[in-house]
């Protein structure tokens, strides 16, 4: 079933409903474990090591039990902030599974056996608790196939250790699952180790073995010999496990083991401590803690930054705010700073970076800080006057650099009269600023007739703060036009009024009375990515009840959108397509290109990176660069770069795979250059949204690399899902040459149904305009 082009009321696709990992296939990862009380011990020991030794990782952890305590439960949500919890299923069970049900063994089967009846998870790592992880894991994250053991160290290479499984999708599995009730009930099996017996009936060898290091077994460490320095899990075999008392001729293993023997206090002080990229949530939930129990500035300053990083802008202001900073502790003044004018308190702001300014090694960020300050209220000179003063301190500093261009602009003349003009909020990109975000305020703005200069249009920067002034030139006007892009997204250019990309207090957005026109904006928000909900909310609904016209680009979005609303206000929303897809038929004199270049461009983003590719940037590095191979034998392959940062893909694919491509900066191109190099070349290869809407408006066929729901969501309005790839699927390369030779072979055809495609969504745009014409008296 597919959406249905119309402009009203939307028929939901699946794509639509689907969950954001169901779109755009980014891994869901889980460590499991089976717990009892007799084992907690040992499991507590297990997560601080895991933590300790993995810093940079915090995926779901499946606790698997069958009667633990309250407190046992709390002890163990204390050291991991994403445990999931399932009772195993005993009773399935009680036919097969042979010995005395008290026995930790016996109980064991459970666990592995329904670890495989997990369905919320495409990789599954389990670790006994009697493991201890003294080593990164980051080998076992990137596995993507097959089941992936370490084979037994005394019983050769054909059966596998069972303390630790790496388990793909495809095991997880009702087809899997049967396989292994129908050994466990036939009991033809080791009765001595039931999980390992079971999946060695199975499996019959057929499994992925790892290298000893990730199940290094007690045992070959007898006569006291230490562990070697490789070791990344050591795995505490036998009868005597360390927090009963230990075994002799173990003892330096044991002392491996006593490292994370710690106290919350020791344990959450060594995870602080540690150097490198902590994870998010490990910081918050291990930090928030101690910050209450020591009032540690430095520590409140890592956790205010950790929650800054994510959106999570009150929450950082909030464990600031609850400790005492003293006046020369520059840092946290700056990172409270931050927090506080993401909140939109900026007074409270100025104060705190202005004692940031007072530390050589702060003052350029601080002085960047409040040129932005100074900038979003309107106030340049003082902008320009803090922007160079760190450039003074600086003179490298990219931020402040940036607000000292932006203040030092001089804003055209306006040549229009207030009558004559549309007002109109839109994200204005910067000189080298994303191409796609350059190009589309001008093509909004083609949507309403053929004049995009300041004759018909007045600008109104979204992230400057619509104060009383702004809002008397915009009703001074005809009307406001609000879009297009994702300007519901939470964490470009924080505030505190709306909680998205436009500044505007509800008083003063209650206060227009010109007619309102939202045109082609997008929920934005990423795979793993929230907004403030209270604040958002409330704004969004004040928007929708204030408009006359809401159109969103695509039906993913208009779900995200009316979830959020109460069902009065569902009818408001309309589909409204990116008129950067309908280019051919809003810019003036379009003709179509004579000749195409014998070129596809490929393009990859890397804002928010860790939420684009998780764990699987590598492999979508490799596969990248066997269909840029494959695919420059046929066709030369460039790389096109939205903004500096695309370039990235260019130096890793030189770096690690010793391809060298052409890179096109087109941040520095102007709007025409834009379209004219998407309309000559024959194919584009895009993550970035608008590496999609802008080449396919222009006729040219792509292929979308998906690592955001956005790119689903138009590839389901045009119906042309095979046109976009998962940057997280198995096999990538091969997925994305045989389509991409494909188009080229059948160019014309594709070509043509680009043409087609985009004609049903011109009928919806004309359809719209005409409902505009009605709201504006035209």
């Given amino acids: 079933m597919t959406t249905t082009l119309t402009s009203g009321a939307a028929t939901t696709s699946p794509v639509a409903a689907a969950s954001a990992a169901a779109l755009t296939k980014k891994r869901r990862i889980a460590f499991a474990s089976f717990v009892d009380e007799n084992y907690l011990p040992g499991f507590l ?60 063994l016996v109980r064991k089967a459970y666990f592995i056996l329904d670890i495989f009846r997990l369905r919320d998870y495409d990789t599954v790592i389990t670790l006994d608790t009697d493991m201890v992880v003294l080593d990164d894991l980051s080998e076992l994250l990137k596995l993507r196939e097959g089941l992936a053991a370490v084979p037994q160290f005394f019983y050769g290479q054909h059966k596998l250790n069972s303390g630790l499984l790496v388990i793909q999708r495809e095991y997880l599995s009702d087809e899997f699952c049967a396989r292994i009730d129908a050994v466990g009930r036939s009991g033809e099996y080791e009765l001595d180790k039931h999980d390992q017996g079971i999946l060695n009936a199975v499996l019959d060898g057929d499994f992925v073995r790892l290298d000893s290091r990730y199940n290094f077994v007690k045992r070959r460490l007898s006569g006291d010999k230490p562990v070697p320095d490789d070791v990344a899990i050591l795995h505490f075999t036998g009868r005597h496990k360390p927090w009963q008392g230990g075994e002799a001729g ?41 910050v209450a129990r020591t009032g540690d500035v430095e520590m409140a300053r890592k956790v205010a930054a950790a929650h800054i990083a994510s959106g999570e802008y009150q929450e950082a202001v909030n464990i600031l705010e609850s400790v005492r900073i003293p006046v020369d502790e520059a840092w946290p003044h700056e990172v409270l700073g931050h927090a506080l004018m993401s909140v939109s308190r900026y007074e409270e702001a100025k104060t705190q970076l202005l004692l940031a300014t007072a530390a050589p090694n702060r003052a350029a960020t601080a002085y960047s800080r409040l040129a932005q300050m100074s900038w979003v209220h309107g106030e340049n000179a003082a902008a320009l006057e803090y922007a160079t003063a760190g450039l003074s301190i600086d003179p490298t500093h990219r931020s402040s650099r940036l607000w000292a261009q932006r203040a030092a602009t001089v804003p055209a003349q306006e040549q229009g009269a207030p009558e004559d003009q549309l007002a109109h909020v839109a994200f204005y990109m910067d000189r080298q600023g994303n191409a796609g975000d350059k190009l589309l305020p001008e093509t909004v703005r083609l949507g309403f007739g053929p004049d995009h200069t300041s004759r018909r249009w007045h600008s109104v920067h979204a992230h400057r703060y619509f104060d009383r002034a702004a809002l008397d030139r915009v009703n001074a006007r005809r009307g406001l036009v609000i879009g297009g892009g994702g300007l519901f997204i939470p964490d470009t250019m924080p505030n505190g009024n709306s909680a998205w990309q436009w500044n505007v207090p509800d008083e003063h957005l209650r206060a227009i009375d010109v007619p309102i026109m939202v045109y082609a904006v997008g929920f934005n928000a990423f795979d793993g990515q929230s907004y403030r909900a209270g604040r958002f909310h409330e704004s969004l609904r004040l928007l929708v009840e204030k408009s006359s016209f809401f159109g969103l680009r695509n039906h993913g979005s208009i779900e995200k959108v009316r979830a959020l609303l109460p069902a009065e206000l569902h009818d408001k929303v309309r589909f409204q397509p990116c008129p950067t897809t309908v280019s051919r038929q809003l810019v003036p004199g379009w003709t179509d290109p004579a000749y195409r270049e014998d070129t596809v461009l490929i393009n990859a983003a890397y804002d928010r990176a860790g939420l684009r590719f998780g764990h699987d940037y590598a492999h979508f590095l490799a596969e990248m660069a066997k269909a840029v191979r494959a695919i420059g034998d046929h066709t030369e392959v460039q790389c096109v770069a939205h903004s500096l940062d695309d370039e990235k893909m260019a130096f890793d694919l030189r770096r690690e795979h010793g391809i060298s491509l052409p890179v096109i900066p087109m941040y520095d191109f102007d709007n025409d250059e834009i379209r004219e190099l998407y309309a000559k070349t024959r194919l584009v290869i895009g993550m970035r949204g608008h590496a999609g809407m802008i080449p396919f408006g222009v006729g040219t066929p792509i292929i979308s690399l998906i690592s955001h729901p956005k790119m689903a969501y138009f590839l389901s309005d045009i119906d042309r899902p095979e046109w976009g790839v998962s940057v997280h699927d198995r096999d990538l390369g091969a997925v994305l040459t045989e389509r991409a030779i494909d188009i080229l072979d059948n160019h014309a055809r594709t070509v043509a149904d680009v043409h087609g495609r985009q004609q049903e969504l011109w009928k919806v745009t004309e359809a719209n305009a005409a409902d505009l014409r009605k709201i504006l008296g035209a």
Avoid: M
């Fill in 250 to 290: 173990y003892g330096l293993a044991e002392e491996r083991w006593r490292e994370f023997k710690l106290s919350d206090a020791d344990f959450h002080a060594a995870y602080l401590s540690r150097g490198g990229g902590l994870h998010h949530d490990l910081i918050v939930h291990y930090g928030t803690p101690h």
């Fill in 45 to 104: 020991v297990l997560l601080r090591s895991l933590a300790l030794s993995n810093p940079s990782v915090c995926e779901d952890f499946v606790v698997l039990h069958d009667d633990l305590k309250p407190s046992s439960i709390a002890r163990i949500r204390a050291l991991h902030p994403r445990i999931v919890l399932r009772r195993v299923n005993a009773e399935h069970y009680d036919s097969y599974v042979k010995g005395d049900q008290e026995n930790y």
